[in-house]
């Protein structure tokens, strides 16, 4: 599979494979931005990128119409954004109903080897029931969740990018877990409201017996014989958040081998629809540590819903207070759950990688 990708980042932290070569091109596309920087070509076998080393400081005019408005039959332009880490590739899908690509090819794309490499894929599409936009996605295993939170920052910004929105934004997106609002903040950052969360065992869904107000908070959940504290949340996605086994209190999250017990949480018999995990360290009531194993992804550097869901449960079982900072491998989240209408707000950053263009 051939890729042709152009980096609006510098290559400072490129790793050049063995096989590849490095050499200047010849090659006169115009850079996105339109201004004119150096240019090299990295071959693999069957793997070719197109690289700029351009400065992100650079100021920078935009012209979304010299890339993101292509239209060419047979390719597929992106964008690839992370929000700390978790990362995504991006898809204008406004002028079409349906996603641009199946969930199988998602998969490829989503392959760090033979494809692009990704946590999941993201479609902007048109906006429906009276919201702006709407959100759709895949994962890494080409399964569709409801919602994402890390990812919907990245949407926030792309559509900034695509809309040529300048300063203080907000708009209305429609997503499988209903009507999400995300704004883009004074320091670039973008807040979430990410709606209320959903406590009731059943909706979550979760077969684990509610023990408290129809929610299970703090029960106990046998894997492969260790008994583990959970507290189940959704929002708009299934989440089991735990702080414990039945024998430790605290979790050392740095000491977890995750690959081995997240997925025995993700398939276990208690969540019909499979569920995100959250490990949790408590710093502080204002201070949290996780590490996520994700439904359909594996384990990420960032989850947003994740770390929405973290906060909720810290909350209700009483190891924090409902304005927390949430530590996480790709770096701090700010989550609020806020008392006065039980909305969480989530915020932290989502950053360009690169745009790209791909054959179909």
């Not at 996605?237 to 050392?252: A, D, R, Y």
């Not at 996480?328 to 209408?341: A, C, K, S």
């Amino acid at each position: 599979m051939a890729l042709t990708a152009t980096i609006s980042r510098p290559l400072t932290s490129f790793r050049r494979p063995s096989s590849a070569v490095l050499r200047p091109s010849t090659s006169s596309d115009a850079f996105p931005f339109g201004f004119p920087v150096p240019r090299y070509s990295v071959k693999c076998p069957s793997f070719r990128i197109m690289a700029s080393s351009a400065s992100l400081q650079t100021p920078v005019k935009s012209s979304s119409s010299s890339f993101l408005d292509r239209k060419e039959t047979g390719f597929l332009h992106f964008a690839k954004y992370h929000g700390l880490g978790n990362d995504f590739i991006l898809v204008d899908n406004r002028d079409c109903p349906e996603p641009k690509i199946s969930s199988d090819k998602a998969i490829q794309l989503c392959d760090r080897n033979f494809g692009i490499g990704a946590d999941g894929v993201i479609f902007i599409m048109a906006g429906t029931k009276g919201a702006d936009y709407t959100m759709r996605i895949f994962n890494s295993d080409g399964s569709e969740p409801e919602m994402c939170g890390n990812g919907m920052r990245c949407f926030g910004k792309f559509v900034a990018k695509l809309e040529n929105l300048q300063g203080r934004q907000s708009f209305t997106v429609h997503t499988g877990a209903g009507l999400i609002i995300p704004e883009i903040v004074e320091d670039g950052n973008v807040r979430v409201d990410m709606g209320e969360p959903i406590l009731k065992a059943s909706d979550v869904p979760t077969k684990l017996p509610a023990n408290k107000d129809q929610s299970v908070v703090k029960a106990e959940l046998d894997v492969d014989g260790v008994i583990w504290n959970v507290t189940c949340v959704s929002m708009g996605n299934p989440h089991c958040v735990t702080l414990g086994t039945k024998e430790s209190q605290n979790i050392l999250v740095d000491d977890l081998k995750l690959a081995e017990i997240g997925p025995k949480f993700e398939y276990h018999k208690m969540f019909p629809a499979r569920t995100n995990t959250e490990f949790v360290q408590v710093l502080s009531n204002h201070h949290l540590k996780m590490r996520v194993w994700e439904r359909g992804a594996g384990e990420t550097l960032a989850c947003g819903t994740g770390a929405c869901a973290v906060v909720v449960a810290a909350v209700l079982e009483g190891r924090a207070e409902r304005i927390c900072r949430v530590d996480l491998p790709g770096g701090p989240l700010e989550i609020e759950w806020r008392e006065e209408n039980n909305h969480v707000y989530l915020t932290g950053p989502a950053e360009l990688v690169y745009y790209g263009t791909i054959p179909l």
